[in-house]
């Protein structure tokens, strides 16, 4: 089946800079690429997603993109903030699985003041 | 907007214990879902459901066992519960089933603690 790959796990980056968190895909019928945050003790939440016919999205200080050829995406938050600290979760998703999403392993991002 | 309400929030086992944990939502989603939450492992899928006493089985069903009594809750049974063993089981719904690209809402999970 699918399998998603995402790095780091750990990413510490200073308040005001940018974080990368990067996810590979294996299923080229991979269309749906989602990214969940989890905040400490809070439950995953929808923050941005992508879908296939896409290459770039961004949402304020957030961006995905997408190269579907290299079967890799990626999330990047810019300008970070203390409330960027948390967990951050990707995942895809294609017609081959009835719309399960397949999730990477996650990065604990944190942001040093 | 809806909720989705995980009982209990925690739960403490004995080795060998059948174990039950309990989702809620009041979504009138279609779909609800069993994940488990392990450091460093991501999210992975136990069990989902698409409709009403519809079961199937994802990459982690070995040993767990779930019921989709009606359309509003769907529970998750740990057959026999492994000594040491600690996780976060998250539910989650969805509004369609069969669609390849569904928000899923997630409840805040049951952290399971065997002794």
């Known amino acids: 089946g699918e399998q998603v790959e995402q790095l780091p796990s750990i990413l510490r980056v200073q308040e005001g800079s940018s974080a990368s968190i990067n996810c590979s895909y294996e299923?080229?019928?991979?269309?749906?690429f989602p990214w969940y945050k989890q905040e400490p003790g809070e439950n995953p939440k929808l923050i941005i997603d992508?879908?296939?016919?896409?290459e770039r999205k961004q949402i304020q200080e957030l961006i995905v993109l997408l190269d579907k050829k290299a079967k890799r995406f990626s999330l990047h938050i810019t300008d970070t903030q203390p409330g960027d600290s948390a967990m951050y979760f990707c995942a895809a998703s294609g017609p081959y699985n009835q719309g399960k999403l397949i999730f990477g392993q996650g990065t604990k991002l944190s942001i040093k003041p | 907007g809806g909720i989705i309400t995980q009982t209990p929030k925690f739960l403490i086992g004995q080795e060998g214990q059948k174990l039950t944990l309990k989702c809620q939502q009041n979504f009138n989603h279609d779909t609800m879902y069993w994940y488990r939450q392990d450091s460093g492992k991501g999210l992975r899928l136990i069990y989902y459901?698409?409709?009403?006493?519809?079961?199937q089985k994802g990459d982690l069903s070995e040993g767990y066992d779930a019921s989709r009594e009606k359309k509003s809750s769907f529970s998750l049974t740990v057959t026999s519960a492994q000594k040491n063993e600690m996780a976060v089981f998250l539910c989650?719904?969805?509004?369609?089933?069969?669609?390849?690209?569904?928000?899923?809402?997630f409840g805040a999970g049951t952290r399971l603690s065997v002794l």
């Open positions: 992508i879908r296939s016919n896409m």
């Open positions: 299923d080229s019928a991979s269309n749906y």
């Open positions: 989650a719904s969805s509004i369609l089933g069969g669609s390849s690209q569904n928000t899923l809402y």
């Open positions: 459901s698409i409709t009403e006493n519809d079961l």
